[in-house]
Structures are given as structure tokens and as C-alpha cells.
């Protein structure tokens, strides 16, 4: 079995039939993208779909999972029988993958709410919550972005690289308005003209939107992972860090006793989710490199 040969296969039996990718996606039910990855060699067609995609397009089961017309029977029934069992336990991963993808957006926003709302769910030592948990999630997804033969920068896929744009500057922007809030509430000075009582709910009002922002990132992202049509990338990264930043701001908010000593978590809690996120890219990077020789 040859990805690239019966992406070939499908492309020249398409192109054949006059076909656009979008024409056979729909008489097939699938999407134009899903007929491109097949062609370019980059995913195998389901296996419940092989007959359907086998009729359409007027070739043999056997010669689509070979990747050669006119193949030897028994070889072909030999790949066939494989394919349905390397499609069994990517159905398995899919579903684990699913799992733990829901998972850790559940625990995503029960921590938002935590930072975001009252706080009364973490107790006093939250600062630590939010670290260790971001650093827990950051470890999985790390192990995951390993296992996949892809650069960990999206490189084609204009999408994945708005949401980038979006989770990095939602991120800068939080962090210059929380720390510019903080110290000239510090000094006495009342931010960006503003009565003073409003101050707290304008904050408020930033972190909830930016957490929000990130977490429907991270939703799409991880939709996108856990259905198979995407892997891990830098964007993702940085949108889980923000929500667990976010929702760290929030309870600094919630807990303000002295602006002394909001500053001292300020600054340790960004550089903290700026050290752990580093520390992780880096280290798949490294990992990628060495295991596939990609960056």
C-alpha cells in the first residue's frame, strides 16, 4: 500500500472522468480537501468508502488500495485486509484522541470560570493551579505534536495561520493592558483616563473576551486534530497559554489585596506561562529534528 501511488491513481482516474476535486468530493460525500490529501499522498481513503469512490470513478477496490491498475489479486486482497486493520486502530486513536481533546477544554473551562469568575474553586494556592495545569496540558500536547510527522509551523493552511495572528495578538494585548492597569493603579494613576470604578470591570471585560477568543481557537484546533485533518502547530500552543493566562489575570484580579504585591504575580505568573510554553516548543522542536528531521 502506497499513499502517493493511489493519490496518482485517483487523480489521473478524476481527471479522466473531468472531475473537479469539489465534483468528486460531493458524489463521493466527502470534502474537496479530503480528495486533495488523498491525491497528494498525504491521507489514504476510508475504507467505507472505498467502494463508493470505486464506482464513481470506474476502478477496481483492489487497484485503489495497491495503487496500480491491473494488480495481482492476492496482493491486493493482502493490502486490502491490512488497510482495514491499520484503519481499526486509527479509529481507536481518533477516539482516544477525542477523549482527551474534550477533556482538557472541559478542564479549560472549568479553570476560566475558576480565574474569570469568583475563584472560589481553586483556594489559595491558585497561582500554582493554573501553572501546573497549564504545564500537565502542554506535556500532552507536546507528546502528541511528537508523534506526527509534521512541522510544528503550519505552513500552508491560511486558516491555522489567522488563528495564530489572533491567539498571539489577543495575548500581547492582554498582557500590555493588565500590567499597564496594575502598575498605574500602583501609582495612583487612574488607566487610560477612566474613573476609577470602572477599571476593574474594563479589565474583567478584556480577560473574559480573550479567553473566549482563545478557547473557540482552541476548539476549532483541536477539532481539527481530533478528526485527523490537522496536526499540532504553533498556534495551538499559544492559544492554550493564553486561556490558562487569562484565567491566572482574572484571579489576580479577584484576590487584588495590595497593587505590591498583584505586580510580584503579574510578573512572575506571565514569564512563568512565558518560560513553560518556550520550554515546550523548544523541546518538540528538538524532538521532531531528531527523530524526522523536520523543524
Not at 468508502?49 to 476502478?59: G, M, P, Q, W, Y
Not at 481557537?217 to 504553533?234: K, N, P, Q, V
Request: charged fraction near 20%; charge should be positive; glycine fraction near 10%.
Amino acid at each position: 500500500m502506497d499513499k502517493k501511488k493511489t493519490g496518482e491513481l485517483i487523480r489521473e482516474a478524476r481527471t479522466k472522468k473531468n472531475y473537479t476535486q469539489t465534483e468528486l468530493g460531493d458524489l463521493i460525500g466527502v470534502t474537496n480537501k479530503a480528495v486533495s490529501r488523498w491525491e497528494n499522498g498525504e491521507s489514504f481513503p476510508d475504507i467505507g468508502i472505498l467502494e463508493n469512490l470505486s464506482k464513481v470513478l470506474e476502478i477496481k477496490i483492489q487497484d485503489i488500495v495497491v495503487g496500480e491498475v491491473q494488480a495481482d489479486d492476492e496482493t491486493a486482497l493482502t493490502e486490502v485486509v491490512r488497510l482495514a486493520k491499520l484503519q481499526k486502530i486509527l479509529s481507536h486513536k481518533r477516539v482516544i484522541q477525542f477523549v482527551i481533546g474534550s477533556l482538557i477544554l472541559l478542564y479549560s473551562a472549568v479553570i476560566g470560570y475558576c480565574g474569570l469568575g469568583s475563584g472560589s474553586m481553586i483556594g489559595d494556592a491558585s497561582g500554582a493551579v493554573y501553572l501546573i495545569s497549564l504545564g500537565v496540558v502542554l506535556l500532552v500536547m507536546g507528546y502528541k505534536s511528537v508523534s506526527e510527522k509534521e512541522s510544528l509551523l503550519p505552513t500552508s493552511d491560511k486558516v491555522r495561520k489567522v488563528l495564530l495572528i489572533v491567539s498571539s495578538v489577543s495575548g500581547i494585548w492582554i498582557i500590555l493592558v493588565t500590567g499597564i492597569i496594575i502598575v498605574m493603579a500602583g501609582k495612583g494613576i487612574t488607566p487610560f483616563h477612566m474613573k476609577e470604578a470602572p477599571v476593574g470591570p474594563f479589565l474583567g471585560y478584556q480577560l473574559t473576551m480573550a479567553f473566549l477568543v482563545n478557547f473557540a481557537i482552541a476548539g476549532i484546533s483541536f477539532y481539527g486534530i481530533m478528526t485527523g485533518r490537522s496536526g499540532i502547530d504553533l498556534g495551538d500552543f499559544i492559544s492554550v497559554a493564553m486561556l490558562y493566562l487569562t484565567a491566572l489575570y482574572g484571579d489576580i484580579l479577584h484576590r487584588l489585596t495590595t497593587f505590591e504585591s498583584a505586580c510580584q504575580m503579574f510578573i512572575f505568573g506571565t514569564m512563568m506561562v512565558i518560560v513553560e510554553v518556550g520550554i515546550c516548543i523548544i523541546a518538540v522542536r528538538v524532538l521532531k529534528r531528531r527523530t524526522y528531521g523536520i523543524r
